[in-house]
């Protein structure tokens, strides 16, 4: 694969991303791990607005679907040893740097978060990393998913007036991973801990269950999807265990994800992760954040898949593939270097 690296923004501990459509145009969300800033960037990586200066520790931003430029955001996630204080908020434009921020939910723990769509509702699952925490390191407290709808009238949300949220699933220790999954014309989350990863459907139609399925026991830090051989079926790129260095290749076998490829290098604090198709062919992004901080590309070459190096000693602590007029375009957040990173994708 052959990328060029078009531009650069330095931002202390950058971190998460997001697209944003507003006032007719795409764009992209980057926000900071700890106290600073989320900037407002286009397709090319030039600057436009800053959103917020602080209070940062945001690990998940999520477009409101159909809205001008509203979204989601975690607040106070600064790290696993710091996060009791953490809220999903409501981010609103008012104007050129003026972005009303108001209080969704208060959710301690809240690591990643996502609106799913199904049957005209808009419903929200978020993922509390665990649920309490009394000393450094501590995992005695497994962490939740959590579901509820999102109301189509977000404008009376506030600290006093939350909306509601019910556990879907408890006891997942170290509940670190997510990802959503488009697969034939419909839409379902998948959910990676030390159980195991999930899959999770939201109802059919308002007011129906949630599903939950197991996909593997085997323990995982994230995973993300692409069709890497071509066949028509969707295979899963997994980082393991927790913040691990091991890749590894799963694809259906009898109807079931079964381990296929185990990368013999290592990728120590393997982070960053993006399934996509580029140029018509499967391709994951991924990254880790010790060692030699690459940012990486899997591919399927004819007989196995393959890792090769896109950039060197960066440290991305998450990616994303967007397409832009006429090019492919890929976005990291090499937080190790507190860098901002555009490149083009210019061909595989």
Not at 32 to 55: H, I, Q, R, S, Y
């Amino acid at each position: 694969m052959k990328v060029n690296k078009i531009k650069t923004h330095e931002l202390e501990k950058c971190y998460a991303i997001s697209p944003l459509t507003y006032n007719g145009s795409e764009h992209i969300l980057i926000a900071a791990e700890k106290v600073n800033k989320c900037l407002l960037f286009d397709l090319d990586g030039n600057l436009e607005e800053t959103v917020w200066d602080e209070p940062g520790g945001t690990m998940s931003m999520v477009q409101v679907p159909g809205s001008n430029g509203q979204f989601l955001a975690t607040h106070k996630f600064y790290s696993p040893n710091d996060s009791k204080e953490a809220k999903i908020v409501l981010v609103t434009p008012k104007a050129k740097n003026d972005w009303e921020v108001k209080t969704l939910v208060d959710l301690p723990f809240v690591h990643r978060f996502d609106i799913l769509t199904r049957g005209g509702v808009n419903y929200l699952i978020a993922c509390a990393l665990k649920s309490d925490h009394e000393y450094k390191d501590d995992w005695r407290f497994p962490g939740k998913i959590w579901v509820g709808v999102l109301p189509d009238d977000l404008s009376g949300v506030d600290e006093e007036h939350q909306i509601e949220l019910t556990v879907l699933k408890d006891g997942l220790l170290k509940n670190h991973g997510y990802c959503r999954v488009e697969e034939n014309g419909g839409v379902w989350a998948a959910v990676a801990a030390d159980n195991g990863i999930f899959k999770v459907v939201p109802p059919a139609e308002k007011g129906g269950e949630w599903t939950v399925e197991t996909l593997t026991e085997d323990a995982a830090s994230d995973m993300t999807f692409a069709d890497f051989d071509g066949d028509g079926e969707l295979e899963m790129l997994v980082m393991t265990p927790f913040h691990g260095e091991i890749v590894k290749i799963y694809k259906k076998v009898n109807g079931a994800y079964t381990c296929i490829k185990t990368f013999d290098k290592t990728y120590e604090f393997a982070h960053g992760i993006w399934g996509a198709e580029v140029f018509g062919k499967g391709v994951a992004i991924i990254g880790h954040r010790k060692g030699e901080r690459d940012l990486l590309a899997c591919t399927y070459d004819g007989s196995d898949y393959v890792m090769e190096v896109l950039d060197h000693d960066v440290g991305p602590a998450n990616v994303r593939v967007y397409e832009k007029p006429g090019k492919v375009g890929l976005v990291s957040t090499n937080r190790e270097i507190n860098q901002i990173a555009f490149y083009e994708i210019d061909s595989l």
